[in-house]
């Protein structure tokens, strides 16, 4: 595929941008700096020049002034699509229904976009059974998790009940028991005492038809 022509930059400007987009496209991140010298020839004093030139006609930006992290921006200075993918791991299956045995095997992995999914260690789980159909979570969705040993009522989490029994519920603490809410008129609320349940996770997605 033939590169981007962008206005207004020279032949080495032009060279460099290129080459970001080449490097980015392929594994989703911009090279080091000194990468970047190495394989353009040129000192890293003249890298940190050209990305600074760049910067200024909002063709990237730096995370932090000082920052080596460049980012390719779109027309409207966003971030660009292919730098705002991100990997996680699906970790196996949670019933949406009966609680189901916790299983601990790697389930491969889910890209997301890391602008709407945003934190550390995020998870991802294969939904199995339609309790919680009414909050638009179904069979076989996957849900995306930020991890958590905590919930505040009303959420969405990922729970395991007895230390063995894994679930995605509502969640709401009472004056002297923990209740999970199916969002299913068919299925009951289920109660526990406090230390039948660990918070894993809270839900913060859904992603179908993988």
């Not at 990237?60 to 390719?72: A, E, H, I, P, Q």
């Not at 995020?122 to 199995?128: G, H, P, Q, S």
Request: aromatic share 8%; charged share 25%; with cysteine.
């Amino acid at each position: 595929m033939k590169p981007l022509q962008t206005p207004n930059l020279t032949q080495k400007q032009q060279q460099f941008f290129s080459y970001l987009e080449k490097e980015i496209a392929r594994t989703g991140r911009a090279p080091s700096l000194r990468r970047a010298a190495a394989e353009m020839g040129v000192s890293h004093a003249a890298i940190s020049q050209l990305i600074k030139t760049l910067e200024q006609k909002g063709l990237v930006r730096r995370d932090g002034r000082y920052s080596r992290t460049v980012f390719l921006l779109n027309r409207t200075r966003e971030t660009a699509g292919a730098m705002r993918w991100l990997e996680i791991p699906v970790i196996g299956n949670i019933a949406a229904g009966l609680p189901l045995y916790a299983q601990q095997e790697w389930g491969g992995s889910l890209v997301v976009d890391a602008s709407m999914y945003q934190g550390d260690n995020l998870f991802a789980l294969k939904v199995e059974g339609d309790s919680m159909k009414d909050a638009a979570i179904l069979d076989g969705d996957l849900v995306i998790c930020e991890p958590r040993q905590f919930a505040e009522n009303g959420e969405i989490i990922v729970a395991l009940i007895h230390q063995e029994e894994a679930t995605v519920k509502r969640f709401f603490r009472r004056k002297n028991r923990i209740e999970l809410h199916p969002e299913n008129p068919a299925f009951d609320v289920m109660t526990y005492r406090f230390n039948e349940v660990l918070v894993q996770g809270k839900v913060i997605g859904v992603q179908r038809g993988l």
